[in-house]
């Protein structure tokens, strides 16, 4: 194995690294050689009101003998933050479009404004940004690119449908199983016909990545509404993540399109303890959460020998994996009815151990040529 992965010589922009998450990457990457441009806007966790909290990130790194230097801006004027790390370091080589607040409601109270400001500073300022970020990237032929979506983007979290969509049509009590031979009960949301999900009681009980390694027995399935999930917290449960999921989108595209460029992208899925989820995370876990554990996964992805361009990669807690689509074994018939649809959609949807995962429109476009025309053989 070679030595320490460092960025000597290199210049990283780092939006809302004031706290959180993003402070972290800040202090690793500047510990590691990284000239660092620590961007914040300084806002409350609900994305209120302005301050200097980058000053005492970039003193920290001062302390320790690192090179830093603070951007207050808005992601909405992306281009500003870059013009820092070109005026203050001559260079960017990294950018991390970490910066994000929360302004969680159900569908039913969300005012347009909420909708706008999540998308304006989630989606709208990461493409600001990198696309201020690109041209220096392109003509020195390399870049690396970390973008942020969250579990909200890639599962939906009821009361962040600005963050989503949803349409619950089931809700199944359901008993966990624990690696490590603890149980638990709560209730899962079947979101759209499709995938069960987590709901809040479960989540405060189990590490996000342990529940996906843990065996999960069904106790009762009932016919479900957005509103049961609403009766609970405002917090509770399951939507898709439009601004998050968005960011999977431009992730993947950004990918294709700087690969020749040496430009690698992808994005991250973080879980942690930071002031937007201290409430939601159940306290004997808050330890192990610490922001401080994603960090090492970032400062892969941001590195010179990143193996992964348009991964989607989770990280929390000192795990780390990546997630791609999978889809299901499905049907083809090439006297398709409406009715035969319904009929078979338990077969449509059913999962299958062996099914294909594709991950680009090509793959999806082979699968589907060879299943009609098995079909047409048949
Ligand atoms: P945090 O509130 O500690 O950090 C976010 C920072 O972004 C804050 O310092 C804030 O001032 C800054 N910010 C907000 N709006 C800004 C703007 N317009 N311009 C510049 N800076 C701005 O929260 P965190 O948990 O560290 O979150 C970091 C990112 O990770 C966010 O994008 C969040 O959505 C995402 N995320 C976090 C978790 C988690 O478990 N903590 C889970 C999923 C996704």
Not at 248 to 264: F, Q, Y
Not at 284 to 302: D, G, S, T
Not at 305 to 329: D, I, K, L, M, N
């Amino acid at each position: 194995m070679e030595g320490e992965l460092r960025f000597d010589g290199q210049v990283a922009v780092i939006t809302g690294a004031g706290g959180g998450l993003g402070r972290e990457y800040a202090l690793l990457l500047a510990a590691r050689g990284a000239a660092v441009v620590v961007n914040d806007l300084g806002s409350s966790a609900d994305g209120q009101g302005r301050s200097k909290t980058a000053d005492r990130v970039v003193q920290e790194i001062k302390d320790k003998g690192g090179r830093a230097v603070a951007n207050y801006d808005s992601v909405e004027e992306g281009h500003k933050i870059v013009q820092t790390a070109i005026d203050e370091f001559g260079r960017i080589d990294i950018l991390i479009n970490n910066a994000g607040f929360l302004r969680d409601r159900s569908f039913a109270k969300m005012e347009e404004n909420d909708w706008d400001m999540i998308h304006r500073v989630h989606l709208r300022g990461a493409f600001v940004t990198t696309r201020a970020a690109w041209p220096h990237f392109r003509r020195q032929e390399y870049g690396r690119i970390v973008l942020t979506s969250s579990a909200a983007g890639l599962f939906g979290n009821f009361g962040q449908t600005n963050y989503s969509q949803l349409v619950v049509t089931g809700v199944i009590t359901a008993s966990v199983e624990t690696e490590d031979g603890r149980s638990c009960q709560g209730r899962l949301y079947v979101v759209d016909g499709g995938t069960p999900l987590l709901g809040r009681d479960l989540q405060k009980s189990l590490c996000i990545s342990t529940w996906h390694g843990s065996t999960v027995y069904e106790v009762d399935r009932q016919p479900g509404r957005s509103s049961d999930v609403e009766a609970g917290n405002d917090q509770d449960s399951a939507t898709q993540s439009a601004a998050k999921m968005g960011l999977i989108g431009l992730g993947k595209t950004l990918a294709l399109e700087g690969e020749r460029h040496n430009i690698i992208t992808n994005v991250l899925v973080p879980a942690a303890l930071s002031r937007l989820t201290e409430s939601l995370l159940p306290p004997e876990l808050q330890r192990q959460m610490a922001p401080v554990h994603v960090a090492p996964v970032v400062a892969v992805l941001c590195h010179r020998r990143c193996p992964a361009a348009g991964a989607v990669v989770e990280a929390a807690g000192g795990a780390a994996a990546t997630y791609r689509w999978q889809r299901s074994a499905g049907i083809a018939d090439l006297e398709l009815t409406p009715e035969k649809v319904l009929d078979q959609w338990e077969v449509l949807d059913a999962a299958d151990p062996a099914a294909e995962s594709p991950d680009t429109p090509a793959a999806q476009m082979a699968l589907l040529s060879r299943q009609l025309t098995d079909a047409a053989e048949r």
